[in-house]
């Protein structure tokens, strides 16, 4: 078995904290709302990455706001798929894609987001932690598509490289990868380090800024392929699609 990443319990517990911290500010009906409290509202047949990242698949009346997807994956590569979301957080993502995929796999470093996305998943929706080796065996190639929401812009080289690794380890031959990493350090997207620099110690939800070589040299270190690298200046992000050639 591949030599799978393993997080220490020190930032899996900063980890938990930052989400008791962000969910006691923002509203959390997005992430406790049942899946089958939902609404299924959208499709998502025929549209390319730009149209999935804005799309809305459900809502509910206690939404404050319209939950957009936010990955950076063309339609074919989600609907009727098996799809691995890393970083998951409590669910949310996969609340909203159940309603399409064949099968999700929820990853995440947080036990206590991981317990909240348990809560009310969809039938076709699990959620392992990161460090839990074992059970990640069990899905070894079984994946189409592996997507990160929000999640890649907090990972520098070497996390992401073994973040990247997980990934490969998951998918099947031809099976693709989406990223969202940021694509410069200034702007409004508060403190963003360049992607080789080490993590930040003390907040764990600093971002890192990948530059195309920076995408095309990790890429080439787990032994995956760049198809297309996209700056998107509006939201300071360099979505990346890579492929598993085998």
């Given at each position: 078995?591949?030599?799978?990443v393993?997080?220490?319990?020190?930032?899996?517990s900063r980890w938990?904290?930052?989400?008791?911290?962000?969910?006691?500010?923002e509203?959390?009906n997005p992430?406790?709302?049942?899946a089958?409290?939902?609404?299924?509202?959208?499709?998502l047949?025929?549209?390319d990455e730009?149209?999935v990242?804005?799309?809305v698949?459900?809502?509910?009346?206690?939404?404050?706001?319209a939950v957009?997807?936010r990955?950076?994956?063309?339609?074919?590569?989600?609907?009727?798929?098996?799809v691995?979301e890393?970083?998951c957080g409590?669910?949310?993502l996969?609340k909203?894609?159940g309603?399409v995929?064949?099968?999700?796999?929820?990853i995440d470093v947080?036990?206590v987001?991981l317990?909240?996305?348990?809560?009310g998943?969809?039938?076709?929706?699990?959620f392992?932690?990161?460090?839990?080796?074992?059970?990640?065996?069990?899905?070894a190639?079984?994946?189409?598509t592996?997507?990160?929401r929000?999640?890649?812009?907090?990972?520098?080289?070497?996390?992401?490289?073994?973040?990247?690794?997980?990934?490969?380890?998951?998918?099947k031959?031809?099976g693709?990868?989406?990223?969202?990493?940021?694509?410069?350090g200034?702007?409004?997207?508060?403190t963003?380090?360049d992607a080789?620099?080490?993590h930040?110690?003390?907040q764990?939800?600093?971002g890192?800024?990948?530059?195309?070589q920076?995408?095309?040299?990790?890429a080439?270190?787990v032994g995956?392929?760049?198809?297309?690298?996209?700056?998107?200046?509006r939201?300071?992000?360099?979505?990346?699609?890579l492929?598993?050639?085998?």
């Open positions: 078995m591949l030599d799978l393993t997080i220490p319990q020190e930032v899996a938990d904290r930052e989400w008791g911290a962000y969910l006691l500010t509203d959390v992430f406790v709302v049942e089958d409290c939902l609404e299924h509202v959208g499709a047949d025929g549209l730009r149209q990242f804005d799309a698949l459900a809502s509910h009346p206690s939404y404050t706001f957009q997807l990955i950076w994956a063309s339609a074919d590569r989600i609907v009727g798929r098996h691995v890393l970083g409590p669910g949310l996969g909203h894609l309603f995929v064949d099968r999700y796999l929820g947080s036990r987001a317990a909240m996305a348990r809560g998943a969809h039938p076709n929706c699990r392992v932690h990161i460090n839990d080796h074992d059970l990640l065996a069990g899905h190639g079984l994946y189409d592996v997507v990160g929000e999640f890649f812009i907090h990972q520098n080289y070497e996390s992401a490289k073994g973040l990247l690794r997980l990934a490969r380890f998951l998918l031959p031809g693709t990868v989406h990223c969202d990493f940021f694509a410069r200034d702007g409004e997207a508060g963003v380090y080789r620099a080490e930040d110690a003390e764990v939800s600093s890192y800024a990948f530059s195309e920076d995408v095309l040299d990790v080439r270190d995956l392929s760049v198809v297309s690298q996209t700056e998107d200046c939201a300071w992000r360099r979505f990346v699609v492929r598993f050639d085998d």
